[in-house]
């Protein structure tokens, strides 16, 4: 397809210049080019497919960036980046340096609010829609959020908020799990349009306003008529909880139907009082393979070929991701374990949870986008004997730090967590790095916190945080577990237990996780220089093996690193500090991690190469610590 609109669209003013033909021509173009694009360079497909006629109806209707239009998540949002000024630089988006995958608030005006995590969009544009009202400003607010992110229990908070306050904000409900039903037929569209439309509205006050003078019967007439609007409303809209919670509900329609939405967003736009406008889509639309299959497509990885084709599974031989790791050994304890059961947020097949799930399906709990209904959830699932494995990425579980803390935690129940994307998280940047878990784990009373360096190591953690009656943390990064055996077996490790990889004399590495290999690399490089390093595998970061530190102090070791895949500050190497200084020793110690500051989207590799946190960096590092060869570190 030949281009014409796209290119030109620089603003939303370009977009209203577009007369309907050439906006319905301008819908195929984006759907067009990001299939084509994203395919070629990997990234979100099927969430922007299904919004493709919403974004291009809002942004004609909405006058933004003066107008707030709130994108819940943002991976849906690539149509929104395309209308707003970002067409050239959009063959670069979730590439190293490039575009975010995600709305981010120092890219482009239009964006509004920056999300990577569900169920924020209504809470952020009420906030927004209040500002309005404390600063007397003009305005219109408009939150997108998917049926999925509804399960969070934050739009539902929103929402009970929004009907309490009672001021301008329109939340467009974008449903694509369910099928376009009868609902979404000519009479829908023409209840839609009369119970949107001014005229009717004011017939409708007009009406209430004289039952108010009637001598006789007043109260009956005006609870007939009450009953009257909400059976009928009953009977066609399946909203009737938003219109009790104190918006006006709209819909459902058909999310592809340009020309209806533009009508019905038209209309409702300046009502006076919150609206919910309910859409139907589906994920993948235009692209059959991804509306097949919208999970499989939900991201595609890069095929190097702008011809809209999908790079096909290839079956691989090396060694499984820790993602694979956890369903496999997930399996492995329920087939041993009948109190286990494995509870997830929305994040079957992101956990690796899916042969779990096949197998043991009265045994598996997705609860949706609930991280805090997750903990909770085990947490009373553990009273009763139970023995949850609560399966969340270490960046969504943040947002249960309370109820770690409250419901599992201060009580001393045994639920075991386990984090996968600790560390970094790739492509989808710093909403997605799991960058805080070493620090806000370390701080919480009676938790056990551990990382395992490869495949085999995980399983001998997680039946050790069987065999163990407390709380405990698994953290694991999006990457390859370097060695496991399928037909393995479990030992049990002794809580807060070290293991030495290679015997040194010149400075101690205390590595964290997968980073073992990398400091046992470079040692092994460093040897033939004439450079003798101990590399300790620090498997358990809570609590620490102070047993082998006392032994650092005691050897006189002059030189210590600690190495993580978190941040520094109230990390690992902290924990690492703190003891040695306060136990009186007297070397150097150096603590290499995250910095302290958000970083950002690029591969796993581009992202360690640029924090001297691969091989090579760690090496530059040593070097500069043992004051090697006057090592200049850029900063």
């Known amino acids: 397809m030949q281009l014409k609109y796209l290119p030109q669209i620089k603003s939303p003013e370009d977009l209203k210049k577009l007369d309907n033909d050439d906006l319905h021509k301008l819908c195929d173009e984006l759907r067009f080019y990001t299939v084509n694009t994203i395919t070629e360079i990997g990234g979100h497909l099927a969430p922007t497919l299904g919004v493709i006629e919403l974004t291009t109806a809002l942004h004609y209707i909405y006058n933004a960036p003066d107008d707030k239009i709130v994108w819940d998540v943002g991976h849906q949002a690539y149509a929104h980046k395309l209308l707003t000024g970002r067409f050239e630089e959009f063959p670069s988006i979730r590439q190293f340096g490039g575009l975010s995958g995600f709305l981010k608030r120092s890219e482009s005006d239009y964006d509004v609010f920056g999300a990577g995590h569900a169920s924020t969009a209504i809470s952020a544009a009420l906030g927004m829609s209040e500002a309005r009202f404390q600063k007397n400003e003009d305005y219109r607010v408009a939150a997108v959020i998917g049926d999925g992110a509804m399960t969070g229990g934050l739009a539902f908070e929103a929402i009970n908020n929004a009907g309490h306050l009672g001021r301008q904000i329109t939340v467009i409900l974008n449903d694509n799990e369910m099928s376009i039903s009868p609902n979404v037929g000519a009479l829908s569209k023409y209840f839609t349009r009369l119970i949107s439309n001014p005229t009717y509205n004011a017939l409708k006050k007009e009406a209430w306003e004289i039952t108010k003078k009637l001598p006789l019967a007043r109260n009956t007439i005006q609870s007939f008529l009450s009953r009257l609007d909400k059976s009928i409303k009953n009977i066609i809209v399946p909203g009737m909880l938003f219109e009790e919670m104190g918006f006006r509900y709209f819909g459902p329609i058909d999310g592809h139907d340009l020309d209806e939405l533009l009508k019905t967003l038209d209309t409702i736009k300046d009502i006076e009082r919150p609206v919910l406008l309910h859409v139907v889509t589906k994920k993948g639309k235009g692209m059959p393979v991804a509306e097949e299959d919208p999970i499989k497509y939900h991201g595609v990885k890069a095929n190097g070929k702008s011809?809209?084709?999908?790079?096909?599974n290839i079956k691989k031989v090396e060694t499984p991701s820790f993602q694979d790791v956890f369903g496999y050994l997930s399996c492995e304890v329920a087939e041993n374990r009948k109190d286990v059961v494995c509870i997830t947020a929305a994040m079957r097949e992101g956990t690796g949870l899916v042969p779990f799930e096949k197998k043991f399906k009265d045994r598996y709990y997705d609860v949706g986008?609930?991280?805090?209904?997750?903990?909770?959830?085990s947490?009373?699932?553990?009273?009763?004997?139970?023995?949850?494995?609560?399966?969340?990425?270490?960046?969504f579980l943040q947002r249960a730090f309370d109820h770690i803390v409250h419901d599992v935690c201060v009580q001393n129940l045994p639920v075991i967590f386990c984090m996968d994307r600790a560390g970094i998280a790739g492509e989808d940047g710093p909403t997605h790095h799991g960058a805080l878990d070493?620090?806000?784990?370390?701080?919480?009373?009676?938790i056990v916190l551990a990382a395992p360096k490869n495949g085999n190591e995980f399983r001998n953690l997680l039946y050790t945080a069987l065999s163990y009656n407390r709380p405990f943390g698994i953290r694991y990064p999006k990457f390859s577990s370097v060695e496991f055996d399928e037909e393995g077996q479990a030992n049990l490790l002794p809580i807060g237990t070290w293991e030495v990889d290679k015997k040194g004399k010149d400075i101690t590495i205390l590595a964290v996780g997968p980073m073992v290999y990398s400091a046992k690399a470079v040692a092994d490089e460093l040897d033939i220089e004439g450079v003798s390093c101990e590399v300790v595998n620090c498997r358990f970061i809570k609590p620490m093996d102070?047993?082998?530190?006392?032994?650092?102090?005691?050897?006189?070791?002059?030189?210590?690193?600690?190495?993580e895949e978190g941040v520094i500050n109230g990390g690992f190497g902290d924990g690492v500090s703190s003891f040695l200084l306060e136990n009186g020793y007297k070397g150097e110690i150096k603590r290499l991690g995250l910095p302290d500051s958000y970083v950002e989207h690029g591969s796993r590799a581009q992202i360690l190469d640029k924090l001297l946190l691969n091989d090579k960096g760690i090496k530059i590092r040593i070097k500069q610590l043992l004051n090697i060869d006057n090592v200049l570190v850029d900063k």
């Open 307 to 312: 011809n809209g084709s999908v790079k096909k």
């Open 369 to 377: 986008i609930a991280e805090g209904h997750a903990v909770t959830f």
């Open 379 to 395: 947490a009373g699932l553990a009273t009763q004997g139970i023995r949850p494995i609560v399966a969340i990425y270490s960046t």
């Open 438 to 446: 070493i620090s806000y784990f370390r701080c919480i009373q009676g």
């Open 546 to 563: 102070t047993a082998y530190l006392e032994s650092v102090i005691n050897r006189k070791i002059s030189k210590v690193m600690t190495i």
